[in-house]
């Protein structure tokens, strides 16, 4: 499967700088390139448990300029949210099915290594599945849910726009309004969208 991912990504434009057939062998070589970003499967040799997403976390913790986007067999939450940690910039976790969707995956690698983030649709849903009531996120309408939603996926506004089939002016206006139903005031510093994202992502309801 690396050599088929190493293969699909230099085909789709990328410059494939090194491989790696565990998790120590990883993070040497990402440390040692300093590559945009770098892909991961959360189970690596040696121990085949989460050996390559502690690899991956303290890749962003050494590595901060670098983007992660870990591959997953199943879908974790605790893995997704150790891995986002306290910013969602330059962070991908993806199932490996989606690795077959060529342009969303080519997508999704792009979007991690200019300092996006990518979250699997999946990741995003059951998410979204386990809310209750009496939280930030029930002040919103179910519109701006769905906004919310594709956001925290990492979509750009007009992304959204066209998985919605609604203007870009419409997702716009239902992102400020997001914005003010979470408190979040624009600042010279904090990125609104990543903190929309992640208070929907931490939400531990």
Request: charged share 30%; hydrophobic share 40%.
């Amino acid at each position: 499967m690396r050599e088929g991912i190493a293969r699909l990504l230099a085909e789709t434009g990328f410059d494939v700088v090194s491989q790696a057939g565990d998790a120590e062998a990883f993070l040497r070589k990402a440390l040692a390139h300093k590559p945009d970003v770098a892909v991961v499967d959360i189970q690596m040799p040696p121990g085949r448990a989460d050996d390559g997403l502690r690899a991956a976390i303290e890749l962003r913790r050494l590595l901060p300029e670098t983007g992660v986007l870990v591959l997953s067999q199943y879908y974790e939450q605790d893995y997704a949210l150790d891995l986002i940690g306290d910013s969602a910039e330059g962070v991908g976790y993806l199932l490996k099915e989606r690795v077959g969707d060529v342009d969303a995956f080519r997508d999704a690698v792009a979007r991690v290594a200019s300092g996006g983030s990518a979250l699997d649709p999946e990741v995003v849903r059951r998410m979204l599945g386990r809310r209750r009531h009496d939280g930030p996120l029930d002040e919103l309408s179910p519109r701006e849910r769905d906004v919310l939603g594709h956001l925290a996926e990492g979509k750009s506004n007009q992304g959204i726009a066209g998985s919605l089939v609604v203007t870009t002016a419409a997702v716009e206006k239902h992102i400020t309004s997001i914005f003010q139903k979470l408190g979040l005031d624009a600042s010279p510093t904090d990125h609104r969208r990543v903190l929309a994202a992640l208070t929907y992502l931490r939400d531990p309801r």
